[in-house]
Each structure stands twice: as C-alpha cells, then as structure tokens.
C-alpha cells in the first residue's frame, strides 16, 4: 500500500494538521502523534466517526473516470466549434475520453506508449516509444548512460515494446485507420498524470503529426510535472493540481483497473455515436 504522507492529507480536507490526524465526534480532525498515513488507514480513522462512503465523497474529487470525463468535458467545451480530435492513452484515459467526445461531438482515436525500460530495472524508463504511420521513438539519454545500455541493448527493448504496441492497436482497434490530425486541433487525454514520462512521449510524438493546435487534458496531476509538459503542449487543461500528490488513484472513489474489453466496447460504442452523427447530418 502506497504512503500519502501527511502534505497530501492536508491537501485534500485543508483541516489537517502536520503532526496527523484523529477522527472526533463532530467529523473534523484533530492533531495527533500519527506522521504518515496510508489510505487504508486514514479511512479506518475517518470512520470512526463518519460512515466511509461519505468520507470518500467528501475526500476524492471525481467518483470514478467517467465523472472525470464530464468534469473535463466541461472545462473543454470552449473547443466544441474548433471540431477537434480526441487522442486518448489507453487503458485509463479511455472512459475519460469517451466523456469528452460525447460533449464536444468529436472523433475519438488511441495514442499507444510504451516505455521501453531498462532491462535489469524495467521500471526505470530509458526511453519510450509511441505508435504511428511511423512509429516515434524517445529517449533518454541520460538514464541511458549512467545504466551503461548499447544500442543493441536499447533496440532489443524497443522493438519488443513497438511489437506490443502494434498487438494493443490490432486489439483494441481492429482494420480502422488512424485519425489523421494535421492541421486540427487535438486533445491529447489520459486519466492523470503519475511521472509525466508517458504524457511527454504521447504530447511529442503528436506534436511530429503537424496539428492546428495541440492541448493536454486531464482532470488531475503534480503541479511541478503538469508544470514541465506545459512546454509540450499549447494548452493544458488540468481540473485539480497538488504539489503533494501520491499516486492518481487517491483522486478516484472508484479506480478499477479498466480491462482491454472495456476499451473495445467504448470504442466500437463512440464508432457508432460518430456514425450516428455523419447520418443525421448529412
């Protein structure tokens, strides 16, 4: 179980002290001698005195990634009349987006990364590789280096990550052909933003297709990392920012892993809203 540490509590109820927290009769908090608190934890406290359903909702901000995805969608319906593209990052930013294409009346397509990690630490990315007519590459030289990886080493990695990649494509997507985005304005989505790694890769490598305008959207991220991709993007749109942030799944009341099934039925789902509308319309 991952540590929210006593910054991120006070980030979410602003009644926290810095020394802890107790649960009292009136459901406020008060200081203790507890330093860290882990989810499971702060709730086993908080429902001392509140029943934990309303502590959640009072806690995290959106109930599940689809009431993220119509938060956003609100926050993004000044780009309704630019008719953009949505890109979303499987598997999480795809409920997300699903949201959002509703609202805006807009295409909805996959951006597939893949991190291409260091062999003897997977989880350390020396790279990451996202999908394309071309496939683009990213590295990172400097974790390259200091692992000491050859080139060799690199593209043994990388090509067993682009084989993937083409899999999750060919799965999720089928014979459909990539929306093509140049000279549109795009929305890159995704349900949060952990490390930032990913979101670089997918906001460069879309950035390479030549669009109108190029916007990041999510409905959560660490202030310091949302703060680097502004960078990458012309426009971010992001509905909560936290300096001490934990991991995305503290936002969420329900974070259920989404299965590639789910991803498939939205997506045939938003293929026939879009064919609804081309009907209706024409």
């Known amino acids: 179980m991952a540590t929210m540490s006593r910054q991120f509590l006070l980030d979410w109820t602003g009644s926290i002290s810095s020394n802890g927290l107790k649960a009292d009769n009136s459901c406020s908090y008060r200081r203790t001698e507890v330093f860290d608190l882990d989810q499971r934890r702060f709730e086993a406290a908080a429902v001392r005195c509140c029943r934990l359903d309303a502590v959640r909702r009072w806690v995290m901000p959106f109930k599940n990634r689809a009431d993220a995805?119509?938060?956003?969608?609100?926050?993004?319906a000044e780009y309704r009349h630019q008719k953009p593209v949505l890109l979303a990052l499987p598997r999480g930013g795809v409920p997300v987006a699903m949201e959002v294409a509703a609202a805006l009346d807009a295409p909805l397509d996959l951006i597939l990364v893949r991190k291409i990690g260091i062999p003897f630490q997977p989880e350390l990315a020396m790279g990451a590789v996202v999908d394309g007519g071309a496939p683009i590459i990213v590295r990172n030289d400097d974790v390259i280096r200091l692992a000491g990886i050859s080139d060799a080493e690199f593209k043994i990695v990388c090509d067993r990550e682009l084989a993937e990649?083409?899999?999750r494509r060919h799965r999720y997507l089928g014979s459909r052909t990539r929306i093509d985005v140049?000279?549109?304005?795009?929305?890159?989505?995704?349900?949060?933003?952990?490390?930032g790694a990913t979101t670089r890769?997918?906001?460069?490598?879309?950035?390479?297709?030549?669009?109108?305008?190029?916007?990041?959207?999510?409905?959560v991220a660490p202030s310091d990392e949302l703060g680097a991709l502004r960078h990458n993007a012309d426009d971010v749109v992001c509905l909560e920012t936290h300096e001490a942030f934990g991991a995305i799944g503290f936002y969420y009341r329900d974070f259920s892993q989404v299965s590639d099934e789910e991803v498939i039925r939205l997506l045939k789902k938003r293929q026939v809203q879009d064919q609804t509308v081309r009907q209706t319309t024409a």
């Open 182 to 195: 140049a000279g549109r304005t795009t929305i890159v989505i995704d349900d949060g933003i952990a490390t």
């Open 201 to 219: 890769a997918a906001l460069q490598a879309t950035r390479m297709r030549n669009p109108n305008k190029l916007i990041l959207a999510v409905p």
């Open 69 to 76: 995805g119509r938060k956003l969608a609100k926050a993004l």
């Open 165 to 167: 990649i083409e899999r």
